[in-house]
């Protein structure tokens, strides 16, 4: 699908959904704030990390830092600066800390990113006990339920629509190239740090906004409650079981996964982790290309194969 | 003379303890065809790291058309003209031949401009050399002789003036290694590259270059044209383990 296209359909896509206060009940519209909510997450997670291979862990800090600045701005500040300003704290951060560390490689990476969302996580909690002789927040002036559906929708909405745009750039292409082979990419011309950089940040950004969005649906606001690594693991799963390499991947698999969490959480609330975590490793052993492989195997090897049996053949030399 | 594109004055790179390249000096001019040929382990690979950024000298200057570049990363050295294969080929397995091409063309090669047409795109490239019939193949699912064919061609996409080439010949059959040292002649006398070529296979490259280094345990001990260089004392020495030649 053309980055053209799928904006257009994702802006089709949004304007259905913004339908839903008025015709779903409060229960079914939580549960798609929560499907948008891992949407979101799921598809700026794969922006980066998706084509680049690099694991980031980083979803929970990022998520964490834009709840925060909505509980710090919301009474004071515009709801809409609040969700952007929680994407650019975000973004920022990603930005400064992936110049110190994107130079690093699997599994260095990943441990270092883990620990970025525990390392914010205390560093605020110091920072509101020091200063403001508080270890959590209660949000009291909030925006309606509607507000902040149509803020998650949007959020959502966006980070699919950018990714689609960023597939389709040179800033993708680039991030592909980093992922294939990093050297053999700098070689040809790519400035693979301010790359890596600016996909880093910009898969940040969607993560801290859509933090600052979802943060006023709790009332109370504490650190281990926003900088949850349940949040960030989540995402990865989800946006690994969908098939990093796609679009369409984490978006599917955003949406089956909320609602079949939310469906275990109810049935079995003890057992339903247990389940999570066998279900992620006999992807990762038999699927490691995510559902989407599964589709997308099917349809270019009929295609392809004719011209890679004519490659190998004895037109050699 | 000829302008110099690429200049390398007493590069040396030590690792710990060992000096893997000594002192070398090298100049390319422009449409030079170059060979540097050396036992196992004399530096040739890694003194190419230093010629593309990849590897950052202990000691020496490099530079690019005057500018020196010592120290610049090797993104810099691609947008300054210098593009190079590797000895294994590391093309991009999951993308098309065509799109392995088109990377080189996207970024180092977008703001170089070059007169030859051969250069413009992904398809010209691929079918200066012959692969225009697998554009749209996997470039993973490509036999080696033509991945290595594919190095070239994203090398080409960089538009450079100098292509460093690293052992490009590797493991090819005799004909196909005669069809090799003519593309690269081609390269030079159609599209007018600078080409620089390390070959284990000695005898294919020295019929086609005009210039031969020769380096033994990082230092340069030859450097002239092939006739010169086969009548050399240590280069036989060098080669045949340090005994006399015979008379």
Redesign the interface.
């Known amino acids: 699908m053309s980055a053209a296209r799928a904006v257009v359909a994702t802006g089709a896509a949004a304007l259905v959904l913004a339908a839903a206060p008025w015709l779903l009940s409060d229960f079914l519209l939580s549960l798609t704030v929560a499907c948008l909510m891992y949407a979101g997450l799921a598809v700026s997670w794969a922006m980066f990390s998706g084509p680049t291979h690099y694991l980031s862990l980083a979803t929970a800090a990022f998520f964490g830092l834009g709840a925060y600045v909505t509980a710090w701005g919301v009474a004071t500040l515009p709801w809409a600066l609040c969700v952007a300003g929680g994407g650019l704290v975000a973004a920022v951060f990603a930005a400064l800390v992936g110049a110190a560390v994107l130079h690093l490689r699997g599994a260095y990476f990943a441990v270092l990113t883990f620990g970025l969302g525990e390392l914010v996580r205390h560093a605020i909690t110091y920072f509101e006990k020091s200063y403001f002789r508080t270890v959590g927040r209660v949000l009291t002036k909030t925006p309606d339920a509607t507000t902040v559906y149509l803020t998650v929708l949007g959020v959502a909405a966006a980070a699919v629509a950018v990714a689609a745009v960023v597939r389709a750039s040179r800033l993708g292409l680039a991030l592909r190239g980093i992922g294939g082979d990093e050297e053999r990419a700098q070689t040809l011309g790519v400035s693979t740090r301010r790359m890596k950089i600016a996909g880093f940040a910009l898969s940040a950004f969607f993560a801290g906004a859509m933090g600052a969005a979802v943060a006023v649906r709790w009332t109370y606001i504490d650190p281990p409650a926003v900088f949850n690594p349940f949040i960030g693991l989540q995402t990865v799963l989800i946006a690994m079981v969908g098939g990093a390499a796609t679009l369409g991947g984490p978006l599917a698999s955003a949406v089956v996964f909320s609602l079949f969490t939310e469906f275990l959480r109810l049935r079995f609330p003890y057992a339903f982790l247990l389940v999570l975590g066998t279900l992620l490793i006999v992807l990762v052993l038999y699927l490691p290309g995510g559902l989407a492989s599964l589709v997308e195997r099917r349809r270019p090897a009929a295609a392809a194969g004719g011209a890679a049996r004519g490659a190998g053949g004895p037109t050699r030399g | 003379m000829a302008d110099v594109l690429l200049a390398a004055r007493g590069v040396s790179v030590r690792f710990g303890g060992l000096i893997a390249v000594d002192g070398v000096d090298l100049e390319v001019s422009e449409r030079e065809l170059i060979g540097i040929i050396g036992p196992n382990g004399a530096g040739k690979t890694t003194l190419f790291h230093t010629l593309?950024?990849?590897v950052r000298p202990t000691a020496g200057r490099l530079s690019v058309r005057g500018r020196d570049l010592t120290g610049r990363?090797?993104?810099v050295?691609?947008?300054h003209g210098v593009?190079?294969t590797?000895q294994t080929p590391?093309?991009?397995?999951?993308?098309t031949a065509e799109a392995n091409v088109r990377?080189?063309l996207?970024?180092?090669?977008?703001r170089r401009a070059h007169p030859h047409d051969a250069f413009d795109d992904a398809r010209s490239i691929l079918a200066f050399l012959g692969l225009a019939?697998?554009a749209?193949?996997?470039a993973g699912?490509?036999?080696p002789?033509?991945q290595r064919l594919l190095e070239i061609g994203?090398?080409f996409?960089?538009r450079p003036d100098v292509l460093l080439l690293d052992e490009v010949a590797a493991g090819l059959?005799e004909?196909?290694l005669e069809?090799t040292a003519q593309l690269i002649r081609r390269v030079r006398d159609e599209l007018g590259v600078a080409v620089v070529w390390i070959e284990h296979a000695v005898r294919a490259l020295m019929g086609v270059v005009e210039r031969v280094l020769v380096l033994h345990q990082g230092r340069k001990i030859a450097d002239g044209s092939p006739a010169l260089v086969a009548r050399d004392r240590a280069v036989t020495e060098a080669y045949l383990g340090g005994e006399e030649p015979p008379a």
Do not use: C, Y
Not at chain 2, 106 to 110: H, Q, V, Y
């Open positions: 593309s950024g990849l990363p090797p993104h050295f691609a947008a593009a190079r590797f590391r093309v991009f397995r999951e993308m990377f080189g996207e970024f180092a090669g977008r019939e697998v749209s193949v996997p699912a490509l036999t002789a033509r994203m090398a996409g960089a059959t004909r196909e069809t």
